[in-house]
Every structure is written in C-alpha cells, then in structure tokens.
C-alpha cells in the first residue's frame, strides 16, 4: 500500500499481474480498467478479457498471434543479439543456433546461415529498441 492505493500481484497462466486499487476505492467497490480508445484500444480490450476470465478464474485462451515457427524465430533473435552483445561472433552465434557441424559443413563467408545469422542480429536489435511492441498488436488493416 503507498499513496497510489493497494497493490495486487496476481498470478495467471504463469505469469504475474500486478493490480492497483486505487486510494479511496472502497475494497467492496469491483476494480475498474479504463481502456484509452486510440488504436491500440482493441488490443487493450483483447488483454481485459484474457485478465477477467484469469480473475473469474476460467480458461484463458492461447495467445496465437504468432505461430510456432515466429516465436522460434523471436527466440534465436533474441539469443543471437545476446551472444552479439556479450562478443560472440557471427561464426559462433551460427554454430549455437544451427549446429556445429551444419555451420562447418560450408565456407562460412559465403554460407547463406552467416546472412541469417546477421539478420537474426539486425532484427533482435531493432526488436530490442522498441520493434517488441509490434508482437503485441493485432494486425491492422491499411
């Protein structure tokens, strides 16, 4: 409890929730969400509905927004930028993502797994500087 209200984690589908009740909100008062109607509204509504049914305690449905074949793809993006970022090489990150012997089975600088190796880099980073938020969203008709 501080001057904002009484803070709540709740823990949903193996993940933690953190919840506000406001000062001055009465306990027996249901909590409220307040949903800006911008672009990003529908998103917003989808996570409210995901959040009420873990708090009414029903089946939260899978997210499948991305298929298993991106979030593999989000994944060696993600431990390839960290190896970049910690001084592993491009050879090394290949080796790690696709195995040692795939990446020694051809001249590394012209393997096409070095180019995918450094876009898995380019892409983590650019994901890293914000580009995350676009795995949130629903896609968006022009």
Known sequence: MDEDGTHFLLEAGGQTIRLLRLAGVPPDIPLAALVPLDPDGFDRAEAIYRLLR????????????????Q??????????????????????????????????????????LRD????????????????????????RRP
């Open 71 to 112: 979030k593999r793809r989000q994944r060696f993006m993600l431990q390839a930028t960290d190896g970049r970022m910690n001084g592993a090489t491009y050879r090394e990150i290949a080796s790690v993502i696709y195995g040692v012997d795939r990446v020694a089975s051809e001249p590394w600088k012209t393997s096409a």
């Open 116 to 139: 995918a190796t450094t876009a898995l880099v380019k892409d983590g980073l650019a994901m890293i500087a914000g580009g995350y938020r676009t795995l949130l969203r629903h896609r």
């Open 54 to 69: 873990a708090l009414l305690g029903r089946t939260v449905p899978e997210d499948r927004r991305l298929t298993p074949q």
